[in-house]
Structure formats: C-alpha cells, structure tokens
C-alpha cells in the first residue's frame, strides 16, 4: 500500500492482556506527534480484551483487526496482518502489556528526518512492575550503537519492538516476522534489519516495558532457545558474521538449554548442552565457574 509522507503506523498485536491493553492504547493514544496509524490486532482473545477494543474501534480512534474465525495464530502472524494494512511512512510495534513514552515517537520520526541515511533507530526503555514502578533501564545509560551486526547476534541488547521506530521502505525490502517462530522473533527480526541498513540509537526515553507475573515455562525456555539455534543457523547462511560471533552465541544457546533441563532435574539432557557448551567457549565458562560472570 502507498504510504502518506509523515503518517506513523504503529501495530499493538494483542492476546489476553484485559488488565494491560487500555493502557497501551492509551499511551499511542496520547502521544505528542499526531500523525497516526493506529492498528491492533486481536489474536483470538477470551478474556475481554477483545470487547475492549472494540470500544476504542466505535470511537473511531483505532482499526481492530482478527484472523479468521477470530483463531490464535501467534505474535508474529499479528503483526504481520497489521504490516499489511500499514500505510506510514514509518513502522512501529508495541506489545500490549508495555507502554510508549510521550515524547517516543515524535523524538524518533525528527532522527529519521534529520539523517536519511538511516533505516531504523531505537530509544531506551524502562521495565516497570504491574503498577508501573521504575525497575531498571533497557538498555542501560553507557550504551552505544556500533552498527555492526556481530554485535547484535551476541547479545540481543536492542529493544524492539516498543523502543524502535523503522521506514515502512526497510521493512518492504526485509519482510515480514518469522510466523513459525514463538520465540524471539523480534530478534531474528532486528538481525535481518541491521543486515539490510544503518541503525541508531537515540538516548531518549521510548517506551515502558512491563515485568508481570506471566512468566515463561520450562517448555517455553526451552522453545525460545530451540528457536534460538534456529536463528543463528538462518543468520549465518544469510550473512558473513565472524565466525567466532558464531561460535560463541551456539555456546550462549546450549549454556541456556542445559541450564533449562538441570533446573527441571533433568541431567542426562543437560550434561550434553553444558559439555558443548564449555567447549565452544571455555574462557567464558570459566569466567561462569569461578564466579566472576553471573548467569
């Protein structure tokens, strides 16, 4: 769809957040820069977020998009239905239990004007508790962007999506969320856009990241670092990362699937993914052993 010069659409993928979702829309809502598109998707909600939603829809302030027969189809495949009714010049995500900053994305559209050169920049986040209270800062204040992709697939220190605000042009030429993915899609996500363009980080406040009681399962860590492996093997194929990037990451990822397993008691799993992983990176293991490196 053609895209109208200055308009920002931001997707809200949402599913079962009733206690959450009206302060995120809100907070598009309100924001100082008022050329929006605002978009949230429903993926097949039951907790009465869906009626929610629909009364900011009667009000005419938002679009309330579902799949087919209102099915849960997964993060990702939300915001893909809402990239496809996109029309901005620029592109934003917000999860629906997090919030943005006031000031987010009118301080993010003046850095994209102001340097054409780049295709995506992000801004700090806060975590905050249910009740909105300030816990650490995402990521922190002596942080710099290099701009080298090595760097991101080490560590994924970049807060997409609430703190990041991409050209609709980027987003065409690298495509849509990785459907299959359950798990750290927003990392596969920001890899592919750093390959494909300049990235930025601007110092301001962008957006409030929720820490809830919604914690992930043992099946779901596992799923993320399966997935994990998934993204590495995909990044590597597709672009020219040193090869010691590689080897280290494969070595944070087995660390992460036996540290999985040993937590639930399972050894026989662990052992293997702990060995490997020492193996592939034994002067961080050490660094982990004698306690000079938490995990």
Known sequence: MESRQGLVSVVIPS???????????????????????????????????YEKLGNYEALGVLDLLTHPDRQNRGQSAAINLGIRHASGEYFAVLDSDDMFASEKIANQVTFLEEHPDIGMVYGQGHAVDVEGNFLFKVPGD???????????????YMALPGGALIRKSVLDEVGFFEESFRAGQDHDMALRIMEATKTAYLPKLAFYYRKHGDSISAKGLERRWKTGMEILERARQR???????????KAVL???????????GDRVKALPHLVTSGA??????????LGRERV
């Open 15 to 49: 599913y079962n957040r009733a206690a959450y979702i009206e302060e995120a829309v809100d907070s598009v809502l309100k924001q100082s820069y008022k050329s929006i598109q605002l978009i949230v998707v429903d993926d097949g909600s039951d907790d009465g977020s």
């Open 142 to 156: 002596e942080h710099l962007e290099l701009g080298d992709p090595n760097y991101l697939l080490l560590d994924c």
């Open 239 to 249: 672009y020219p990362y040193e090869s010691s990037t590689i080897r280290k990451r």
């Open 254 to 264: 087995h660390f992460r699937l036996g540290q999985t397993y040993w937590r639930e």
């Open 280 to 289: 592939l990176d034994p002067a961080r293991a050490l660094s982990v052993i």
